[in-house]
């Protein structure tokens, strides 16, 4: 249908009027209405004809795939219309193993495989371990890639599925975790997992403390802790494996403690009697900081589980150790922070930003600047978690003038920006401080400065729903969501 409907368009003229159109534009002259009508027929034609295309050589090669005197058509389906990539698990399972061309087929294209992975290449893996002797070029490929991500999914599937051939393909476990210049390491995720499901597998005597020392000597933030502890509700067996992580925690514990990325606040909090108390004083020290009615900040959680607990451990001594006042207090929550005291500064536990533009809020004399900032974002760009350091301020704006609050918003206004949020007496308290001095504001030249700022140097507090008056529509989020 598609294909009558394109040979129609020709000849009613839609090649040689686009020639004509071609031609017009390299004229500067303006193209006639009739032009622009056929070249508009032909994007639509063409937006019909590509995607029907590739559904008939997914079709085509789903009917030839698996019969044998059909070699020649369904390798070049493969080869100009589609990729292994469009194979289905039975397909590619049956391509390797029951064709005599599907092996040579994917070892042509080892490199795409490499570049494109997913739950597709275990058969490969499967058919490999099967028949070692034939496909020892590809075991060589999988065994030596540089690409870590590749070695590491291959390791991965024979520690779990044929842990028996493990040591007969790789015939040293921790210099693969580097690559061939051994400068460069595997991922820290995937070293910690290999080394969970080698404490899980008949390897463990000959390689688990081995992979265990590698962490700790490669990786002073890791995933180890969280693995052996963090054991999902309604696995099988869940309080089995518990008890053996708990076991394997208690004979490293002040190590795991130390060095773990996402894990020490609960290790703190049901693990402690494991751990020495000379380094559980000095971390309870620091998270002492945050208590709200005498019990620690379920913010926290949100911090730690999002790998910033290091990041905030660092702040607070940094950040302290400046300060000429060493106080630290809970000041407020809003709907998307926490505040604490910090000495001379305040430390914001970011749980989410209603912005997720790149670049979340504009350094203007009108915005108090953050000393430091560290946020992560899911796969979209949303803000899950974060941390803001910002100078402390005690003078309320609560009594400055309805007029200066006006000017306030038109000079955001002339700099570019649109605020939209209140900026005092909102839901959740206030959005705005005012400066010790309008000399402390953002700026390079605070004596050039408005003279009705120099008299109330009102500053916005909450770095966030401020947007470029150009952007018609920020990215901006409507509701929570998690």
């Known amino acids: 249908m598609y294909k009558a409907c394109y ?8 090649e040689k009027d686009s020639m004509k159109q071609v031609e017009s534009e390299k004229n500067g002259t303006v193209p006639n209405q009739k032009s622009v009508k056929f ?13 029907f295309e590739d559904f008939l050589h ?24 589609l ?5 289905t698990s039975e397909q590619l399972k049956y391509m390797l193993f029951e064709t005599t061309w599907g092996y040579d087929y994917l070892w042509k294209h080892k490199e795409e495989i490499a570049d494109q992975t997913n ?25 030596q890639s540089n690409n870590l991500h590749i070695r590491y999914l291959f390791m991965n599937y024979l520690i779990n599925h044929q842990p028996q051939k493990f040591n007969q393909i790789f015939d040293d476990l921790i210099k693969y975790l580097k690559d061939n210049t051994q400068n460069q390491l595997m991922d820290m995720d995937e070293v910690c997992l290999l080394a969970i499901h080698i404490l899980k597998s008949p390897l463990k005597d000959v390689y688990w403390n081995k992979i265990k020392t590698f962490i700790f000597a490669n990786y002073p933030e890791n995933t180890l802790a969280s693995l052996l502890l963090d054991v999902p509700f309604g696995i099988k067996n869940r309080e089995e494996e518990l008890n053996k992580g708990k076991e394997e925690f208690q004979k490293d514990a002040d190590r795991l403690f130390t060095t773990s990325i996402d894990f020490r606040f609960f290790l703190l909090i049901d693990y402690s009697e494991y751990i020495s108390k000379n380094i559980l004083e000095s971390y309870r020290k620091i998270l002492n900081s945050f208590q709200k009615d005498q019990r620690y900040d379920d913010a926290l959680i949100n911090i730690y589980i999002h790998r910033l607990g290091r990041k905030l451990e660092e702040y607070v001594e940094k950040y302290l150790s400046l300060s000429q006042s060493k106080d630290t207090y809970f000041i407020a929550e809003g709907t998307t922070s926490t505040c604490y005291r910090l000495g001379d500064y305040v430390i914001k536990l970011i749980n989410y930003k209603w912005s997720y533009e790149k670049i979340i809020c504009p350094n203007l004399y009108l915005i108090i600047k953050n000393l430091e900032e560290e946020y992560i974002r899911d796969s979209i760009g949303l803000v899950r978690a974060g941390l803001e350091i910002q100078p402390f301020l005690k003078r309320s704006a609560k009594e400055v003038p309805s007029e200066i609050l006006s000017k306030f918003q038109m000079e955001l206004n002339r700099l570019g920006y649109r ?3 209140t900026l005092i007496k909102g839901k959740t308290g206030d959005n705005c401080l005012l400066l010790d001095s309008y000399q402390d504001a953002d700026d390079p030249n605070p004596e050039l400065l408005p003279e009705w700022f120099k008299e109330y140097p009102i500053v916005l507090v909450d770095r966030d729903l401020i947007f470029p008056l150009e952007k018609k529509h920020p990215k901006r989020q409507r509701k929570i969501t998690y």
């Open 7 to 14: 040979n129609t368009a020709i000849k009613k003229g839609v």
């Open 419 to 421: 605020h939209y949020d």
């Open 119 to 143: 739950t597709k290449i275990e058969i490969i893996f499967e058919y490999l371990v099967q028949y070692p002797i034939k496909s020892a070029e590809f075991i060589s490929f999988f065994k």
């Open 83 to 87: 990729s292994y990539q469009h194979s």
């Open 39 to 51: 070249i508009t027929k032909k994007k639509m034609l063409q937006s019909i004809k590509e995607p």
């Open 58 to 81: 997914k079709a085509c090669f789903n009917l030839m795939y698996n019969h044998q005197l059909l070699k020649k058509p369904t390798l070049f389906f493969l080869e100009q219309k």
